[in-house]
């Protein structure tokens, strides 16, 4: 294993010790690869409240980190002829949507930019939905577009991953969570990483927990809102055994950064070749951008299934370079990679924070802490 001096490890052990004292949260991971080989894996607190002390083994609730685990299978069929960017969704799923409509003329690489018009729907409010697949999908098929595609990025929170996921059914004839097991988590050895939970596996899963707000800068009910209630579901043994490829990834902090050693080396890791260099370099190419007076209400540089970094609300360091690519979970989770450094780097919580202010300052000051260890040797 490569190995970072003492001092540099033991100073970034204690920020990521302070968090824990200062209850940011109660347990967190936090996994660091340089140059494909891992040079970090710290794990700390307990698995909740009440729970059993945290391991780098704990699986936690990834909420949106899970996108790119969906993004990257349906990526592999592009890198095997199956579809391609610009294919239009209704081409390989029919029902998608009616001949000669705005709707049918939505391509993949509008879904996984972001930019397809279909970012928010019923399905948004309906969690009775999100445990049935067909139900799920048949709300998508039904959705008509807030946005003419193709013309306005707007985050697709819920219905990427069911957008994503059932192109991967229609393409390769597998489940996107029996997709992305074959086809990412098996070849990565992401032994603790699934797209929900499968029969016969324990609900082991970290217990969430909302805090209130500590920066009182600023009207507390702002972000969020009462990250009691936003935690509480994904609690829910129901949830975890569901498929919502968008939301409900269940994995390690640690098996995050294999995933992200891999791309920022352009595909390959430990000698094998996972994606061709082509498909890693198209699928983290920007595709689409917005300011703060856009959809977000903040700026947001879209990747292929990834967010980029160079903005001033990326979660990947507070001088993130505009190279980096990766993705935040809901105010608790965050994993990137810098391909020209190859760094790759995960950092997990139990603790839900105001995602736009609380989770970027606590995760910006852990990446820094990283950066400037392993760019000063």
């Not at 967190?28 to 729970?51: F, S, T």
């Not at 879904?111 to 009775?128: F, M, Q």
């Not at 805090?211 to 936003?230: K, Q, Y």
């Not at 640690?254 to 994606?275: I, V």
């Amino acid at each position: 294993m490569t190995r970072l001096p003492d001092s540099d490890r033991e100073r970034i052990a204690a920020l990521f010790d302070r968090h824990l004292e200062v209850g940011l949260h109660h347990g967190a991971q936090l996994a660091v690869y340089v140059d494909g080989e891992r040079v970090l894996d710290l794990a700390g607190g307990r698995e909740g409240p009440d729970g059993d002390r945290e391991t780098p083994e704990t699986r936690h609730v990834l909420f949106s980190c899970t996108k790119p685990y969906a993004a990257v299978t349906l990526h592999t069929l592009v890198d095997e002829g199956e579809l391609d960017y610009d294919d239009r969704v209704v081409d390989h799923w029919p029902e998608f949507a009616d001949e000669g409509t705005e709707k049918a003329e939505i391509t993949v690489r509008q879904v996984l930019s972001h930019t397809a018009g279909l970012n928010t729907g019923e399905i948004d409010d309906r969690p009775d939905l999100w445990t049935d697949w067909e139900a799920a999908v048949a709300q998508i098929e039904a959705m008509e577009p807030n946005f003419p595609p193709g013309e306005t990025p707007a985050y697709h929170a819920l219905t990427f991953g069911w957008l994503v996921g059932e192109l991967v059914r229609r393409v390769s004839g597998s489940s996107i969570e029996e997709a992305a097991k074959e086809r990412v988590f098996e070849p990565l050895g992401m032994d603790d990483t699934g797209i929900g939970l499968r029969e016969g596996e324990d609900d082991d899963v970290a217990t969430l927990v909302g805090f209130e707000a500590f920066d009182r800068c600023r009207d507390p009910g702002e972000g969020l809102g009462d990250n009691t209630e936003v935690a509480a579901p994904f609690n829910a043994e129901e949830i975890h055994r569901a498929v919502i490829p968008a939301a409900n990834g269940i994995g390690t902090a640690g098996d995050m950064a294999r995933f992200y050693a891999c791309l920022a080396n352009g595909g390959e890791l430990e000698g094998t070749r996972f994606l061709s260099a082509e498909t890693v370099e198209r699928m983290t190419a920007l595709e689409a951008e917005t300011d703060a007076d856009g959809t977000l209400g903040r700026e947001g540089r879209f990747a292929l299934g990834f967010w980029k970094g160079g903005t001033t609300v990326a979660p990947y360091g507070t001088l993130s370079p505009e190279r980096t690519f990766g993705h935040a979970g809901l105010g608790s989770s965050v994993g990137w990679a810098d391909p020209e450094e190859n760094i790759a780097f995960s950092y997990v919580t139990n603790g839900v924070r105001d995602g736009s202010y609380e989770h970027v300052a606590r995760v910006n000051a852990l990446a820094d802490a990283v950066r400037l260890a392993i760019l000063s040797e």
